[in-house]
């Protein structure tokens, strides 16, 4: 399909679904007249630069101050700070390792990296995404960015989500450290951690540990979830040293290690699931003439992951099933502002190394295990140039990007490439493909008036698994997976908007996305295949369809009732078709939140109420079914304490209040959430 065909297909389906837009437009000038009082065109100083992404940055660490007080949970696991997002929904396949998805598209089609660096998970069942290898104790923010726009860390169809690194900054603050302690009742999850750092003018190192262990949790109604347990813990550190006032090295190590880790809606557990997380960079203030902000970084990440079923009852035949992921990569950035211009470029790369292997094994000992690569050692290299620049139209902004990007796939086990070419005989050991995006961004304000529109295009890769993958199982559909390294790219079209509306006291936001992607990878049955896991109802390969259409739209809201007393609400609506119609699976239903929040200097508490409507667009193909809807509410409570120059953090609170047993569309084959939890969590810090 040629991209004048994408163009054509996109404006009949957006004039098609142009009465949800209108909708949406005017249920928030109906919010909005009888408030307004006048808009007012903004007028801006000459150096004041305005970012126009339509983006979510998620404040993870504030441990530095102990402002916790606009989290809801201070010791959370990042899975749960990443679900706070408005954009971001996660996969559930136990208490531990959720996979998040982005504009309801799963990691395949995302960017996810930690502070730049490309990292892969190294298990072919998904069991360890990249989230799960850092702590909300390594983090100050995750930056999560829509669509194209997320291309500044890699190719993408549906974002990128940025988790960037606490560090010290080279701030005056000496010598000081904390600890801190949580427990949930639910699971009987115990959370130990420490932190220690120093930093002057010239030097900063920040280190720290924590430690999580976790029991099976209950469901609504006291259903014992089994194999639901985790044992975690995580060590990192980072520091930087100025050799010179304009100049300064850095680096970074993370270790991450989790064992005895429970998946209930999976055949499988994990006995170990580790990763060394390292970099060195170079940061320098002024590059030459008008560059500045030049920033280099050297990395490198080893995730090994082990799937066990050991501890599994009534287990048909053994298997174990180890996968390694290896990555080295680099990336160089610098800006420049010109007159109306902030330009950015980068320059990136990586080289990693997929292998995962499969060897089963049966109960008849006379009988000769049976070994496979699932991963058949695909080595991908990849480099690309980026570059945009963000432009003052007097008024309005336009922020230009674009991303190119080459990338060779390599499969370096001649006895993977032998077991594929069963399937393929013409296919080749090596392939190349050129990867393109270019995204426009326009931003105008009428004060108290923002509007945003954007379109972009862009095209990824398939996946390891997606090209490469030999008879993986799907638990979800109860089906086996070949990949196809014939594969097309995928190809999106997005078209976004974005209209908000802000007083001192009120503040009000529509927006909503549309992404026509042609080539869509999605597995298809072939009935002449045979199934190589016991139970399998079947065998699909990847394929590509001729396009997949997905809406998303969202209405925000918040209210000062009181500078302490804070009401926000949010509500969304998503949708997702393929070419002949059928529905996409994993496409989140209704949903909603709303809270109060009250906040002063010593003193916090909210209350909040989440919840989604029936699931009416599903696929059974896909092992779908409907959920139910739902509405579980929660109570926080929080209090800081002074003692001289040190503070104390205390937090209690109660999740699930009324102990609803339910599931949502992301919980792997229905696995019910956790039901009413108290935690309690406790911060010191010592300055």
Not at 73 to 85: C, G, N
Not at 205 to 212: E, K, L, N, P, Q
Not at 320 to 349: C, E, I, N, R
Not at 598 to 626: C, H, M
Request: proline letters at 3%; hydrophobic letters at 35%.
């Amino acid at each position: 399909m040629n991209i004048y065909k994408c163009i054509h297909k996109v404006c009949t389906i957006l004039m098609e679904t142009s009465r949800s837009i209108c909708i949406w437009v005017l249920l928030l000038v109906i919010f909005i007249f009888p408030i307004n009082i006048g808009a007012q065109e903004l007028v801006l100083p000459k150096d004041s630069i305005i970012t126009i992404n339509l983006d979510e940055v998620i404040l993870i660490s504030a441990k530095k101050t102990l402002d916790y007080h606009r989290q809801p949970k201070p010791l959370s696991t990042l899975d749960e700070y990443l679900e706070s997002s408005k954009k971001v929904d996660m996969v559930k396949r136990g208490a531990y390792a959720w996979e998040p998805t982005l504009n309801n598209m799963f990691s395949e089609r995302l960017s996810v990296t930690i502070d730049g660096m490309r990292i892969f998970g190294a298990c072919t069942d998904k069991m360890d995404p990249v989230t799960s290898y850092v702590d909300v104790s390594n983090l100050s923010q995750a930056h999560i960015a829509s669509g194209q726009q997320g291309t500044e860390h890699g190719n993408t169809i549906g974002g990128a989500i940025n988790l960037e690194l606490d560090r010290g900054n080279f701030k005056e603050t000496g010598l000081y450290g904390g600890v801190e302690m949580g427990f949930e009742s639910n699971n009987q999850m115990g959370v130990v951690g420490a932190e220690l750092n120093y930093s002057n003018s010239n030097f900063y190192v920040d280190t720290d540990v924590i430690y999580r262990k976790a029991e099976n949790y209950f469901a609504g109604g006291d259903e014992e979830v089994e194999f639901s347990q985790f044992e975690k813990y995580n060590f990192s550190a980072n520091g930087g040293y100025k050799i010179a006032e304009d100049q300064a090295l850095t680096a970074s190590l993370i270790y991450d290690e989790a064992r005895d880790v429970g998946y209930p809606a999976l055949t499988m557990d994990v006995s170990l699931a580790r990763a060394i997380i390292a970099s060195v960079g170079f940061e320098q203030d002024a590059l030459w003439g008008s560059l500045n902000n030049w920033k280099s970084k050297l990395y490198f990440n080893k995730v090994t992951h082990v799937m066990d079923d050991t501890k599994r009852p009534d287990v048909p035949i053994h298997m174990d099933m180890p996968g390694w992921s290896d990555t080295y990569g680099f990336y160089s950035q610098a800006a420049l502002q010109a007159k109306k211009h902030q330009f950015l470029f980068k320059v990136d790369g990586y080289y990693n190394k997929s292998l995962a292997e499969m060897t089963m094994y049966p109960n008849d000992p006379n009988e000769l295990p049976m070994f496979m690569l699932t991963w058949p050692d695909v080595r991908t290299a990849n480099a690309g140039v980026y570059a945009e620049d963000e432009l003052d139209l007097n008024g309005s902004f336009l922020k230009i990007a674009t991303r190119m990007t080459v990338q060779n796939q390599n499969v370096a086990d001649e006895f993977g490439l032998n077991s594929l070419k069963i399937f393929y005989p013409e296919m080749e050991k090596s392939k190349t493909r050129f990867l393109k995006s270019i995204s426009g961004q326009w931003h105008k304000m009428w004060m108290p008036w923002h509007f945003n529109a954007g379109l972009s295009y862009g095209d990824r890769a398939p996946s390891v698994t997606e090209g490469y993958g030999f008879y993986l199982f799907n638990s979800f559909d109860n089906h086996d997976y070949i990949g196809d390294p014939g594969l097309a790219n995928e190809k999106s079209m997005e078209a976004n908007t974005k209209i908000s509306w802000e007083k001192s006291k009120l503040k009000l936001s529509a927006e909503a996305n549309f992404f026509h992607i042609a080539d869509y990878i999605i597995g298809e049955i072939d009935p002449s295949l045979s199934v190589m896991t016991i139970g399998a109802e079947g065998v699909k390969i990847y394929k590509n369809l001729e396009y997949a259409n997905l809406f998303n739209t969202s209405l925000d809201m918040e209210y000062a009732i009181l500078p302490e007393l804070k009401w926000s609400g949010l509500i969304s609506y998503h949708r997702g078709t393929d070419n002949n119609g059928d529905n996409i699976p994993f496409i989140s239903p209704f949903s909603y939140r709303s809270g109060l929040q009250f906040d002063n200097r010593s003193f916090s508490a909210a209350f909040r109420i989440t919840g989604a409507g029936k699931q009416v667009n599903y696929n059974p193909e896909f092992g779908e079914d409907q959920t139910q809807a739902y509405t579980v509410c929660s109570l926080t409570f929080g209090k800081t304490f002074k003692f001289n120059n040190d503070s104390m953090y205390a937090k209690f609170g109660v999740e699930n209040i009324f102990d609803e047993n339910y599931s949502t569309y992301t919980d792997w084959k229905n696995i019910p959430r956790m039901g009413r939890n108290f935690f309690l969590t406790l911060s010191y810090s010592i300055n």
